[in-house]
Every structure is written in structure tokens, then in C-alpha cells.
């Protein structure tokens, strides 16, 4: 299938979902430029043929240490990653695992039945996890009488892109000089004075197979069994979708052909990821938005997709925390990440065909909404609470809020995972990132909206950030006197151009004015968060109807803290305010035009 193809199939079936809101698709995709995974040998998947191991998982057969092949030599320094692993993930359930096997898409495309290994491999850390926290994971395996060790490590901002080294030990038992050249002067200290250990292990049974599509090779392999750490033991049961050559849009494609065939959950999360977290006995981890480098002289087509693509890496990288909730950060990491998206989406309205970017807004504004009452019961029941109750130890009723509180959060939770879980959202986030992967934006512009995106981003983020910022200025005018409902306006302004700010200042330079202006943007917007904190607390306390519960004093009590904490708020708010309104612009401090670039299109360059 072409990537236009590709196109039209990542955003079909969320069409389909949101034909009842009225919205639609046009069919008029176009090909984009696509990356090509380097490999060994010119033919197209020649370089890992079915029975290869020389990725993913090991398999530890039960052979003496002896018959295992010598190490091979360490890669230089300065050496690239022996392939940039492109993969993604599909979370099945294990009763469905195997019926995936049969989908009309791996039928028709396997190069064969494939093989089946039992697949072993142990992972290894320093005591405080050094490695980890650099971002590399470290691990030895075994296929037949080979030991092959492999280093992998996050590879920027793509979400399905990571670097791989592999070298080949005797045994088991790791060599940790092998990883030394790849990692930075701090972690290969931290390595000589703290031996790593065996941290977990892993026991999979994999069927896997090679599926040729249009667009690229792809390595299948249906995984099924456990991560194990001492007492503790994870399921697994995954498709995991690993291009071995072509363009990174067949992964995504095939996605959303096995999504098609039953529930999947789309994921980034590695067996590492999840190892280490079992071993520790901790909740999926929950990371802030990724920060974006953008040049000045970066093309807004280039900007466009570095910024969606953080967006996507944002995103799956919160759903496994959000879903899990254990850590309330999840659910807020989660909820940041599709305000985020929105307000990229936002950006390209100028540019960009309104259809596709109304039906993702859309589509994002329903998963957020399902996740709204979960975030609200998180702070309530994690600051507001216990806040006042620490500070009013003599009221009574706090333990009943809490109780209470409980139950609704649960309630809530339960609505954010079958949210999650619904098809609904598998395909909203497969097709984003077709979508993305494509550049399918390229497909809704007219000829001089693609001279657009041809020339440097900052010409555009130089537009943008200023109408935004007199946005927010004018609902701003007159800040003193302006009653709580337009200082909501302004509040709502500021939240908009602070994503801005986030995807376009990195195009005017590490300035120190940049940095000044985001830190008085960040202080606004938290300074007048407490007028929505607070209308948010009376509305959680009339749906708990606190006074037949035995917890209105309780809730008098919050109602009676957060009055006065406005009193004490309005000094700062002014402050806030007019440190901002203060703050110059940073987008035109010595920011010179930058020359047009020239873009290769279908009907020749443009510039």
C-alpha cells in the first residue's frame, strides 16, 4: 500500500467514529518523503532473515557457556547505533493473542508460517539504576549457542525510534566494558564504581513472522509470558510490530489493519520499562512533555512534524500511567498531553485544511473530556484535602470526605480506562500517528500553502506568538477591575499561548529573554489556576452533597480555606500580571527574517 494509502487508512476508521458529530474526510492524500532504516545489506530485509536474532528479545536455551561464539570487538566511540530499532507495540489481550495470527492482513502478506523460540533474557543495572536513568537499558541473551548482549538507548523525540548496539559475550554474564564507548563520561564512571546486577528476567514465547507490505518489511512477533522479579511476576502479551526495512508509515499501517481485527492498545513501553518498574514495585512513570531544539532556519513543514511528534511521544508515554493510577501524575501528564496536541493542531489551522484537524480536535477533546473527572478527584483528594485537613486538625468529617471522595475517583477512573480501552481511542492514536509518520497535512494544502511550509518557521511562529500574545493582553486590559468570569477569559488565553510558547520559542534560541518570558507566562497562569481551583472544589462538594454525609464541616472548611486563600492571592495576581504585561517579547529581539528555503514537491520545488 502507498503512504497515501496509509493516509487515508489511519483516518477512515476514526472518520467512521465521527460521522455523527458531522464531519468528514477528503480522499486526496499525497506521497510523502519517507525514512529508510540503514541495514546490512542492500536487498530489503536481507539482513535479518526469519530465524535472525539480532534483535528484540534472547533466547536462553539450556547450553553450557562454552559452546557460546567469542565477543565481538566494542564499537567505536564515535560509532553510529548498530540499526536505529524502529517499533511499536499492540497490548492484546492473552485470550485474543493468538487470533491475531490469523488476521487477513498477516495471512495474506507472512512471508511464511515463521518460527517459534522460547525467548529468555536478563536485565542489568547498577544499584541505583544509572543506566536507566540515562536512558539506556542493558541486557545478555541467548539463541541457540550464541550470548549476544545488547545496549539500547531513547533516540530524541520520535516515539518508535531507539538505538541498538549489540557484541557477542561467552556466557550470561555480562561485559560491561563492551557498553563503555556509548555511554558519557558521568555514566561510564558511575559504571566503574558501581558493578551492575541482574535486575530481572524475562521468559516469552514468541511466534514471528516477516510480513511484506508495499511500504515496507516488518518482523511480527506475538509474545506471550513473564517478567519476573523475585516474588513478582508481569504478564505479557503483545504484537510487537519491528521494521526491518522500508518506510516507518508500514508500521503504522499494519497497526491499524490489526487494529481493525480486534483491540489493541497502541504502546511505546518496553519489557524494560515494565521490568524495572516491577522490580522496584512502582507505577508506570509518568514524564513530562519532551522539550523541543527547533532551529531558526528550520522549514515549517520540518517544525509541523517535530512538533506533532513530541505531541505523540507525550501521549504514549502518559497512557500506561494514566491507565494504571497509581500515580496521579499519570492522569495529569495524560490530560496535558491531548491539551498539547489540540493546541498544535490549532497551530496549523492557518495552513492547513480544516477537515482532518477539526475531526483529530475532535477526537482529542472527547478522550480529554473522559478523563476530566478523574484529574479533578486526583487534586482534590491529594492536595486540596489534605491540605485543610492538616491545617483544620480539630473538624470533624474529613476521614467521611476522603471516604467519599474515594468512591467518586474510583467511579471516575473506571470511565477513563473504558475510554482508554474503547477501539474508539486505538484508533484515534494509530492514526495520528499515520498521520503524522505521513506528513498527511501536505495532502490538505493549496500550491501556496505548500510555499508556506517550504520557508523558515520562524516567520510563522513570529505571527503566531504575536497575536497570541495581544490576545491575551487585551482580555488582560484594565487587570484590576476585571470580575472572576473575564479573568477566566484571560486565564484560558494565557493556557493557549503558553503551549505556543512552548512549540515556537525554541525557534528564537536559548535567549535569556525566551527563559524570562516563560518563567512570567508560568507564574500567570498558576496565580490565576486558583480561580478555576476553586470553582472546581464547589462543584466536587455538591456532587458529594457533603451535608447529609456527615462531612459538612469538612467541607465548610475547604470552602472557607480557599476564600481566604483568595484574599491572600489577589497581591500576587497583580504582580503576576504586571510582570508579564512587562515582559518583552522575545520573538522580536534581534530576530531577522530568514531566508526562504526550497521544498521538493510532486509538482517540483517551491520555495
Known amino acids: 500500500m502507498s503512504e497515501t494509502g496509509a493516509i487515508k487508512r489511519a483516518l477512515d476508521p476514526v472518520q467512521r467514529l465521527a460521522k455523527a458529530n458531522g464531519h468528514s474526510i477528503p480522499d486526496d492524500g499525497k506521497k510523502s518523503s519517507s525514512f529508510v532504516v540503514p541495514a546490512a545489506d542492500d536487498a530489503p530485509g536481507s539482513a535479518f532473515p526469519d530465524n535472525a536474532s539480532s534483535h528484540n528479545e534472547s533466547v536462553l536455551a539450556d547450553l553450557p557457556a562454552d559452546e557460546a561464539r567469542a565477543p565481538e570487538s566494542a564499537p567505536s566511540r564515535d560509532a553510529a547505533p548498530h540499526a536505529a530499532e524502529i517499533e511499536l507495540k499492540l497490548i492484546v489481550a492473552s485470550d ?67 538505538g541498538e548496539w549489540e557484541a557477542a559475550v561467552p556466557s550470561t554474564t ?7 564507548p556509548l555511554v558519557s563520561d558521568k555514566l561510564r564512571a558511575d559504571l566503574e564504581r558501581h558493578p551492575v546486577e541482574a535486575v530481572f528476567s524475562s521468559d516469552i514465547h514468541r511466534h514471528q513472522r516477516l510480513v511484506n507490505l508495499p511500504s515496507g518489511t516488518i518482523e511480527v512477533a506475538f509474545d506471550h509470558g513473564l517478567l519476573t522479579s523475585g516474588d513478582r511476576s508481569l504478564p505479557v502479551s503483545e504484537i510487537e510490530l519491528e521494521l526491518k526495512s522500508g518506510s516507518p508509515s508500514a508500521v503504522w499501517e499494519l497497526a491499524l489493519r490489526l487494529a481493525e481485527h480486534g483491540s489493541v492498545k497502541p504502546s511505546i513501553r518496553t519489557k524494560s520499562a515494565r521490568g524495572f518498574d516491577l522490580a522496584a514495585d512502582t507505577p508506570p512513570r509518568a ?145 495520528l500517528g499515520a498521520w503524522i509518520e505521513a506528513r498527511g497535512w501536505r495532502s490538505e494544502v493549496a500550491p501556496e500553502g505548500l510555499a508556506q511550509l517550504a520557508e523558515p518557521a520562524i516567520n510563522f511562529a513570529r505571527n503566531i506568538l504575536s497575536a497570541q500574545h495581544a490576545k491575551v493582553l487585551k482580555r488582560g486590559r484594565r487587570f484590576k477591575s476585571l470580575p472572576t468570569e473575564e479573568r477566566h477569559r484571560v486565564r484560558l488565553a494565557a493556557k493557549k499561548l503558553r503551549y505556543v510558547a512552548d512549540f515556537l520559542l525554541p525557534l528564537c534560541g536559548q535567549r535569556k529573554s525566551a527563559r524570562r518570558f516563560s518563567r512570567r507566562l508560568a507564574d500567570l497562569q498558576q496565580e490565576l489556576g486558583v480561580y478555576n481551583d476553586m470553582a472546581t472544589t464547589t462543584s466536587l462538594l455538591a456532587d458529594v452533597d457533603a451535608g447529609s454525609t456527615g462531612s459538612g464541616m469538612a467541607a465548610a472548611a475547604i470552602a472557607g480555606w480557599q476564600a481566604h486563600a483568595m484574599v491572600g492571592i489577589e497581591a500576587r495576581l497583580l504582580k503576576a500580571w504586571s510582570e508579564f504585561a512587562g515582559a518583552k517579547a522575545p520573538w522580536s529581539v534581534d530576530a531577522p527574517e530568514q531566508p526562504a528555503k526550497l521544498l521538493q514537491t510532486n509538482a517540483g520545488w517551491l520555495r
Open 287 to 431: 514524564p513530562k512533555p519532551p522539550k523541543l531544539r527547533l532551529d531558526p532556519s528550520t522549514s515549517l513543514d520540518e517544525a509541523f512534524s517535530e512538533i506533532l511528534r513530541s505531541c505523540l511521544l507525550h501521549l504514549l508515554q502518559s497512557l500506561p500511567a494514566a491507565e494504571d493510577g497509581r500515580d496521579p501524575e499519570g492522569m495529569h501528564q495524560l490530560r496535558v498531553a491531548l491539551r498539547r496536541l489540540r493546541s498544535a493542531l490549532d497551530l496549523m489551522r492557518s495552513v492547513v485544511s480544516l477537515n482532518k484537524l477539526d475531526l483529530m480536535r475532535a477526537e482529542t477533546k472527547w478522550l480529554a473530556g473522559s478523563l476530566s473527572g478523574a484529574r479533578d478527584w486526583d487534586v482534590f483528594r491529594q492536595e486540596t484535602l489534605r491540605i485543610v485537613a492538616d491545617g483544620c486538625p480539630s473538624v470533624a468529617g474529613f476521614d467521611t470526605l476522603g471516604e467519599l471522595a474515594d468512591e467518586r475517583r474510583a467511579t471516575c477512573y473506571d470511565k477513563a480506562r473504558l475510554a482508554l480501552a474503547d477501539r474508539r481511542c486505538q484508533y484515534f492514536v494509530i492514526g
Open 96 to 162: 485474543r493473542l493468538a487470533d491475531f495470527n490469523d488476521a487477513p492482513i498477516i495471512a495474506a502478506n507472512a512471508r511464511n508460517k515463521g518460527t517459534r523460540k522460547r525467548l529468555k533474557a536478563v536485565y542489568y543495572d547498577t544499584p541505583k539504576r544509572a543506566l536507566r536513568r540515562d536512558g539506556f537499558s542493558f541486557r545478555v541473551r541467548q539463541s541457540g549457542a550464541r550470548f549476544t548482549q545488547t545496549v539500547k538507548s531513547e533516540f530524541g523525540n520520535d516515539p518508535l525510534r531507539r
Open 174 to 180: 555480562p561485559d560491561i566494558a563492551l557498553a563503555m
